[in-house]
């Protein structure tokens, strides 16, 4: 069964929508690439996939763990590089008050964010830049 079913918009713009909770996206090429930069581009949502994923990942150890990862934040930078013109760094900057967590639980939670299946699946060709700040 699909995942999720899209359409050209026109005017470099697609629609996604997610099949199984009827969640929809919207893409535009980017400013710099012939766009209006109005939506995510399609590699944005690659770059912002690796934070989510990391951050899912962190949930389901933290939940085991009995930790409570409410209120982490992370930004996500992209870069591309010009010739061919792809993804060259992601870089994901991790913010979160850990308090008094055990340091072993902490090891735990970055492994798991680094063995994410969206960092497992990105090509080795793309830096993967991760600062965990707690």
């Not at 930004?75 to 967590?101: L, N, Y």
Request: with cysteine.
């Amino acid at each position: 069964m699909p995942t999720l079913k899209s359409s050209y918009l026109g005017n470099l713009r697609t629609q996604m929508k997610h099949l199984q909770s009827g969640t929809e996206v919207i893409t535009d090429a980017p400013v710099d690439n012939n766009g209006k930069g109005e939506a995510f581009s399609p590699t944005d949502l690659v770059a912002a996939a690796l934070g989510s994923c990391m951050v899912t990942i962190m949930g389901i150890v933290a939940e085991r763990e009995g930790v409570e990862l409410s209120g982490m934040t992370w930004e996500v930078t992209k870069i591309m590089q010009a010739q061919p013109r792809k993804i060259s760094e992601i870089i994901v900057d991790f913010e979160w008050d850990a308090g008094t967590i055990d340091e072993k639980i902490i090891q735990k939670l970055k492994n798991a964010a680094k063995t994410c299946p969206v960092a497992l699946s990105l090509d080795p060709n793309i830096s993967q830049t991760i600062n965990f700040n707690f």
